[in-house]
């Protein structure tokens, strides 16, 4: 790399994010993460020093941006490989068919399309009641107050939806929010936290929570009614046949089923 | 050239034994450590200038963790962000003492070729 060295810890950071552009994003948030870590760490233990006669031996200690980079897309590569439960791939297409059965996250899946009808609504009660009761306070003194409020609790229940997603599907979320580092002030970081992107994303994501939860809960209770049903229906009729329950089923069944049924000498 | 072969060459050999050596670093500490402190040990131990790019050593520490071979619990901070401080588990105990047996027995391996005298091995006519 060519490029001039970083001489400040934000110039690192962004070189660094340069260089990984592309990864995934929760890699390059672990990354700026552990480097921030170590620079101010080593900015913090050298006080004689400034910030920039720091950054100057950084590339001697902790690496150029471009080798973090590389160590990070190295070990990602590696870890996928060798650290991630290794899921048995059936060999037949039958197999691979059926394997779903044996997936545990196709029921943690499941179970999140059910639970997000539940965080659906309150997602979205509280980004209505929040934005609802913003409006409303706006004429008053609390007014500004409660909406910055509101913001910044929306980015922490953001959060915890990430982590709720990536326990049940395993889909890599953010881990921590963003750092905003200790040199700016009270109003800077509320100035930031209102041009970051994500914040108003977060707010409509919340407000979207309603019908996409109600959509998958919907679709996850007819496919488990449905898939039951049907699973249940041969049983129903054997046992209904054999005269062990009565609900003058035998009627309705002798209707209902297909003829296979009866003639492979089940029903007599 | 002759240095980025060398460069090279130590960085292949890092491959498994960053791993190794945080392992091994971190069942030896009382206390739970976090990236940069074991970074400095590492160079400490080597007159200050660790072996491997200091950098090199977080997404190791974050590979062992998804693993289970160490775990690991956030505490803030006042010169940064909060850091993650790591400690080993039983399972990253029991693959220690399982990879400090192959590295021995790779380094005795290695020795055998490049400690003798040239004289020795191959050809001595």
Redesign the interface.
């Given at each position: 790399m060519n490029r001039s060295a970083p001489r400040s810890i934000d110039q690192y950071l962004r070189q660094l994010r340069e260089e990984l552009a592309g990864a995934d994003a929760a890699l390059i948030q672990?990354?700026l993460?552990?480097?921030?870590?170590?620079?101010?760490?080593?900015?913090?233990a050298h006080p004689d020093k400034s910030e920039s006669d720091v950054l100057e031996l950084i590339a001697?200690?902790?690496?150029a941006p471009d080798?973090?980079a590389s160590?990070?897309r190295?070990?990602?590569v590696?870890?996928k490989a060798?650290?991630a439960t290794p899921r048995k791939v059936p060999k037949s297409k039958l197999g691979a068919f059926f394997g779903v059965f044996l997936d545990p996250r196709a029921y943690t899946s499941l179970f999140f399309m059910l639970l997000c009808l539940a965080t659906g609504i309150i997602y979205f009660v509280f980004a209505i009641v929040g934005l609802s009761l913003s409006a409303g306070f706006a004429v008053l003194i609390i007014g500004v107050p409660f909406f910055l409020m509101f913001m910044a609790v929306g980015r922490v229940v953001s959060l915890a939806e990430g982590r709720l997603i990536e326990a049940m599907t395993g889909v890599r979320m953010p881990r921590?929010p963003v750092?905003q580092g200790?040199a700016l002030g009270f109003w800077a970081r509320i100035g930031e936290m209102l041009r970051d992107r994500r914040t108003w994303t977060t707010i409509a994501y919340f407000v979207l929570m309603l019908p996409i939860g109600i959509v998958y809960f919907v679709t996850a209770v007819v496919g488990l009614c449905v898939s039951l049903a049907f699973i249940a229906l041969p049983i129903t009729a054997v046992c209904a046949q054999a005269g062990w329950f009565g609900m003058s089923g035998a009627e309705i069944f002798s209707q209902a089923q297909p003829e296979w049924i009866f003639d492979s000498g089940l029903a007599s | 050239m002759d240095d980025s072969n060398e460069r090279k060459f130590q960085k292949e050999l890092n491959g498994g034994l960053v791993g190794l050596v945080l392992l091994a670093v971190l069942a030896e500490s009382d206390e739970d450590l976090?990236?940069?402190e074991i970074?400095k040990r590492l160079?400490n131990a080597n007159d200050g200038?660790?072996i491997f790019?200091?950098?090199?050593i977080?997404?190791?520490l974050?590979?062992l963790s998804?693993?289970d071979l160490l775990t690991s619990r956030?505490v803030p901070?006042y010169?940064?962000?909060?850091?993650?401080y790591y400690r080993i588990t039983e399972q990253g105990r029991g693959v220690l003492a399982a990879w400090k047996l192959i590295w021995r027995g790779t380094r005795d391996f290695v020795d055998r070729f490049t400690e003798t005298e040239p004289s020795r091995i191959g050809h001595s006519s």
């Open positions: 672990d990354a993460y552990d480097a921030e870590e170590y620079l101010r760490a080593e900015v913090a001697s200690t902790y690496g080798e973090v160590a990070y190295d070990t990602e590696k870890v060798a650290m921590r750092y200790t | 976090y990236g940069y970074a160079a200038t660790s790019k200091e950098g090199t977080y997404p190791v974050r590979a998804a693993g956030i901070s010169s940064g962000p909060p850091r993650r």
